[in-house]
């Protein structure tokens, strides 16, 4: 019998099992999970036979515990579905002999300047972008492209860092912003200098095989006020007409980066109703977006990855036609959670998550923080259509109780 073992590297912690703990339970119905993880598991244990506690931004250490568990048991393949790890995976992968993408393409994928430039290479509609690494090369990038721009990090994710810039009297504050948020980047410290793509922003949900991408999923996002890029909301609807559209711009961005196999969330903008690309992200869409999926189509995007990363074909047969909405629970304004609650629950909502305890400091962005300090958790709610799981979950929304004391 062929092995049924899988190596994840993973972050840990209550942010992990609030967003990522579904992708384990998923992976776990079908394989024998081993963990390497920096911290010592808790509620991982459940679906876990083996793990290794070791820093994966520490390769020496992250490959240790890839020889350890390899020792002790018959490994098909190796997965993240966090976007740090993602080169380190890979060489760790490579290392173990089994299943992976090359280090130099996640690289690439990581890298958003470098990927601007494989776009264009091979003609998938992207914006204009431009390195900067001082305040005056910034500038100058910004007088070429022209006002509105986007200021972002090289080499992070989840809006670390994002931030719009219309005139050039705020360029200062907003480089400062984004270079802030770079400094922690591995591939790059640099920050990027864009063009302001302006329409609805979408992501696409792909799984590749052997160099074939299928795109399972348009997710539909809104976002926060201006000039950040927080992702405040998002929807997935099993029979949105914009998939058919969006799927081969999708596929195209996959195999200009160079990507044969994993799952990819590819981030795009809709600019006079034609597809721009923003990013290629090589993993798991965040905030619940591949369970969004799950309860929308059926396809379960988890499973996939880790069938992918083991050499097999996965199933990506939608099995249902429905719809999911994620809302994201920010405060109004930063300062200390003093109360949190939900005072109903009905039906259709799928579940209600929160991850700030009463006490908590919560930092919006335009206090210096970001997601991880201002977010206090998120409610899940499913509908027939988009506009039915979107109506309920506003109707739910109502129902919380969030009282913050400012800073």
Same mark, same amino acid.
Request: charged residues 20%; contains cysteine.
């Given at each position: 019998?062929?092995?049924?073992?899988?190596?994840?590297?993973?972050? @840990?912690?209550?942010? =992990?099992?609030?967003?990522?703990?579904?992708? !384990?339970?998923?992976?776990?119905?079908? *394989?024998? %999970? $081993? &963990?390497?993880?920096?911290?010592?598991?808790?509620?991982?244990?459940?679906?876990?036979?083996?793990?290794?506690?070791?820093?994966?931004?520490?390769?020496?250490?992250?490959?240790?515990?890839?020889?350890?568990?390899?020792?002790?048991?018959?490994?098909?393949?190796?997965?993240?579905?966090?976007?740090?790890?993602?080169?380190?995976?890979?060489?760790?992968?490579?290392?173990?002999?089994?299943?992976?993408?090359?280090?130099?393409?996640?690289?690439?994928?990581?890298?958003?300047?470098?990927?601007?430039?494989?776009?264009?290479?091979?003609?998938?509609?992207?914006? @204009?972008?431009?390195? =900067?690494?001082?305040?005056?090369?910034?500038? !100058?990038?910004?007088?070429?492209?022209? *006002?509105? %721009? $986007? &200021?972002?990090?090289?080499?992070?994710?989840?809006?670390?860092?994002?931030?719009?810039?219309?005139?050039?009297?705020?360029?200062?504050?907003?480089?400062?912003?984004?270079?802030?948020?770079?400094?922690?980047?591995?591939?790059?410290?640099?920050?990027?200098?864009?063009?302001?793509?302006?329409?609805?922003?979408?992501?696409?949900?792909?799984?590749?095989?052997?160099?074939?991408?299928?795109?399972?999923?348009?997710?539909?996002?809104?976002?926060?006020?201006?000039?950040?890029?927080?992702?405040?909301?998002?929807?997935?609807?099993?029979?949105?007409?914009?998939?058919?559209?969006?799927?081969?711009?999708?596929?195209?961005?996959?195999?200009?980066?160079?990507?044969?196999?994993?799952?990819?969330? $590819?981030?795009?903008?809709?600019?006079?109703?034609?597809?721009?690309?923003?990013?290629?992200?090589?993993?798991?869409?965040?905030?619940?977006?591949?369970?969004?999926?799950?309860?929308?189509?059926?396809?379960?995007?988890?499973?996939?990855?880790?069938?992918?990363?083991?050499?097999?074909?996965?199933?990506?047969?939608?099995?249902?036609?429905?719809?999911?909405?994620?809302?994201?629970?920010?405060?109004?304004?930063?300062?200390?959670?003093?109360?949190?609650?939900?005072?109903?629950?009905?039906?259709?909502?799928?579940?209600?998550?929160?991850?700030?305890?009463?006490?908590?400091?919560?930092?919006?962005?335009?206090?210096?923080?970001?997601?991880?300090?201002?977010?206090?958790?998120?409610?899940?709610?499913?509908?027939?259509?988009?506009?039915?799981?979107?109506?309920?979950?506003?109707?739910?929304?109502?129902?919380?109780?969030?009282?913050?004391?400012?800073?």
């Amino acid at each position: 019998m062929p092995s049924r073992t899988i190596l994840v590297t993973t972050t @840990s912690g209550s942010e =992990a099992q609030a967003y990522r703990g579904y992708c !384990l339970e998923s992976v776990a119905a079908s *394989y024998d %999970i $081993v &963990l390497i993880t920096p911290g010592e598991p808790t509620w991982e244990k459940e679906f876990i036979s083996d793990f290794e506690i070791a820093d994966p931004d520490d390769a020496e250490a992250l490959a240790q515990a890839g020889r350890a568990l390899a020792d002790r048991h018959q490994l098909a393949g190796v997965a993240t579905w966090t976007e740090w790890y993602l080169t380190q995976t890979a060489r760790l992968a490579r290392r173990l002999g089994l299943p992976t993408n090359s280090p130099e393409v996640m690289e690439a994928a990581r890298n958003k300047a470098t990927a601007r430039t494989l776009f264009a290479r091979h003609g998938v509609p992207s914006a @204009s972008s431009m390195t =900067a690494r001082t305040l005056l090369e910034a500038a !100058l990038a910004a007088e070429t492209i022209g *006002y509105p %721009i $986007v &200021l972002k990090p090289a080499a992070r994710a989840a809006s670390i860092g994002v931030i719009r810039v219309d005139r050039v009297e705020e360029l200062p504050a907003g480089f400062e912003f984004a270079s802030a948020g770079a400094r922690d980047g591995i591939e790059s410290t640099h920050v990027l200098v864009e063009e302001f793509l302006d329409g609805p922003e979408v992501s696409v949900e792909c799984v590749t095989y052997r160099g074939h991408t299928t795109a399972v999923a348009v997710t539909r996002k809104t976002l926060g006020d201006p000039p950040f890029f927080e992702e405040v909301a998002h929807c997935v609807d099993a029979a949105d007409p914009l998939l058919a559209q969006v799927a081969p711009v999708a596929a195209a961005a996959v195999k200009a980066l160079g990507i044969t196999d994993g799952v990819q969330h $590819v981030e795009m903008r809709l600019v006079n109703g034609r597809p721009r690309l923003v990013e290629v992200n090589a993993r798991l869409g965040g905030d619940m977006i591949g369970h969004l999926v799950r309860l929308a189509t059926g396809v379960d995007l988890p499973r996939a990855a880790a069938d992918v990363a083991c050499g097999l074909a996965p199933d990506l047969t939608s099995a249902r036609s429905r719809a999911a909405a994620i809302r994201l629970i920010y405060p109004a304004y930063s300062g200390t959670l003093t109360e949190r609650r939900l005072d109903d629950t009905f039906p259709w909502l799928e579940r209600v998550s929160f991850q700030r305890e009463v006490g908590d400091l919560l930092v919006l962005p335009q206090d210096g923080g970001d997601m991880f300090t201002a977010r206090i958790g998120y409610l899940i709610t499913t509908g027939a259509n988009a506009a039915d799981a979107q109506a309920r979950s506003t109707e739910a929304y109502r129902y919380l109780a969030v009282q913050v004391t400012p800073a």
